[in-house]
């Protein structure tokens, strides 16, 4: 089965902002997990909307589980509600493995990434020492970078 397309990912985010009501896009805040006890992410949002919305903090949580998992139950395992209202987040194994696989298969170098539908023209102006004073290592930093950015740019498909 492979990874998430950008427009399947952007396919869940947008039904997930649908039908979290009364919540919008603008009200999440999923973060990396602090600690790996905590899962793979965080969804920080259930103690600020609470009081905007009269429910208890932990009572929120629940409800954004609630709308979440129709969008995400075939990638995450069960999301738990920790403390005063964080919702804890884990990827399914399941899911990890066969992501991981079908990189691991990609016979194309591209490690299952498809490459961009919206290709762009994108302009990266990088590397311009002045030739009259003396190059010296730092003059590679900017050049590093900016092939790097290039390259990266070049494999997404623009």
Known sequence: EGGLTDEERKAIIEQAAAEAGPFTIADTMVTLATKAEFGDYQVNAA????????MNPQEC???????MMPVIGDYIDEPEVAGPGFINLRFKQEYLTSVVGSMAADTK??????KTSK???????????????E???GHLRSTI?????CNLLEFSGH
């Open 135 to 137: 190059m010296h290592v």
């Open 145 to 149: 970078i900016g092939d790097t950015l």
């Open 109 to 114: 170098g591209r490690l299952g990434l498809p």
């Open 47 to 54: 103690m600020g909307l609470a009081k905007s919305v009269g």
């Open 119 to 133: 290709k762009q023209k994108i302009i990266v102006d990088y590397s311009s020492p002045n030739i009259a004073k």
């Open 61 to 67: 949580a629940r409800k954004i589980i609630e709308k």
